[in-house]
């Protein structure tokens, strides 16, 4: 069962930029959420742009890290749902049903997922649908910020 105390899990796999790992982290304080760093960091936890970023919120953010996706996911209890974030997704994060407990998973900004990866994952892959082909993709903290939302607004409804 998921933990009932924390709505959400954000989980970066990966990540490389230090202002958008910042502004994530602000994200999940002020939303009360824990933040997971997975696997190899693009940048020190001591990086000026990630502090910047951050702004004077550190202390508040619910931050963990993790050596492996593996190890992540043998840490976790039973119950919580994982959802990755991908353009190559065939459903839009519009048409899941987000609950309480649910882990909202990122990939790396430079190549996402690779393929092997979301091959296993399809039935649990979501898109967040573009208007246009012009942009290959959202920016990482901008595409954290609707899906986390998007999920808030569903489970706080």
Request: hydrophobic share 40%; glycine share 6%; proline share 4%.
């Amino acid at each position: 069962m998921a933990n009932k105390n924390i709505l959400l899990k954000v989980v970066l796999v990966n990540p490389l930029i230090p202002p958008n790992t910042g502004n994530i982290a602000r994200l999940c304080a002020a939303n009360d959420l824990e933040l997971h760093l997975v696997g190899e960091l693009g940048f020190s936890l001591d990086d000026k742009h990630l502090k910047r970023a951050g702004l004077d919120y550190w202390e508040h953010v619910k931050l963990f890290r993790h050596e492996s996706f593996d190890s992540f996911v043998k840490e976790q209890p039973k119950g919580p749902r994982f959802f990755f974030f991908t353009k190559k997704a065939e459903k839009s994060l519009f048409e899941e049903q987000f609950r309480e407990g649910d882990v909202l998973v990122f990939g790396p900004e430079d190549k996402g997922f690779s393929d092997d990866f979301l091959a296993e994952k399809a039935d649990s892959s979501l898109k967040i649908p573009m208007q246009t082909d012009n942009v290959r993709s959202l920016n990482l903290s901008s595409a954290v910020a609707v899906a986390v939302y998007e999920a808030l607004r569903q489970i706080k409804r």
